[in-house]
């Protein structure tokens, strides 16, 4: 089992810069990809980035490539997930979640609880 906790969200203007954090809890953390969505109201959940277990590799949806990073802190057991230069169109509930690193969300076995980033114009 692993539990995951967002944390991080706000509100900031466009142009501004967000550090989403995603605690987890369990021995296997180490063993799973982790990923990013984010889900704006009225539209489907959607990948904006995402890291392997095994060699870091990263991964990242064309709308966020360049300006979001995702990192993983092995010790800490945490994701981030540095959102730079945000856009309004960036605005959405941000989950985190554990599997394997896809963009299909039915790749992921266990998800957190969001946390809301909300980009003003």
């Known amino acids: 089992q692993v539990q995951l906790v967002e944390s991080g969200g706000g509100l900031v203007q466009a142009g501004g810069s967000l550090r989403l954090s995603c605690a987890a809890s369990g021995r296997t953390f180490s063993m799973y990809g982790m990923g990013w969505f984010r889900q704006a109201p009225g539209k489907e959940r959607e990948f904006v980035a995402g890291?392997?277990?095994?060699?870091?590799?990263?991964y990242y949806a064309d709308s966020v490539k360049g300006r979001f990073t995702i990192s993983r802190d092995y010790a800490k057991n945490t994701v981030y997930l540095q959102m730079n230069t945000l856009k309004p169109e960036d605005t959405a509930v941000y989950y985190c979640?554990?599997?394997?690193?896809?963009?299909?969300?039915?790749?992921?076995?266990?998800w957190g609880q969001g946390t809301q980033v909300t980009v003003s114009s």
């Open positions: 890291i392997n277990w095994d060699n870091d590799s990263t």
């Open positions: 979640a554990a599997g394997r690193v896809a963009s299909n969300p039915k790749s992921y076995d266990y």
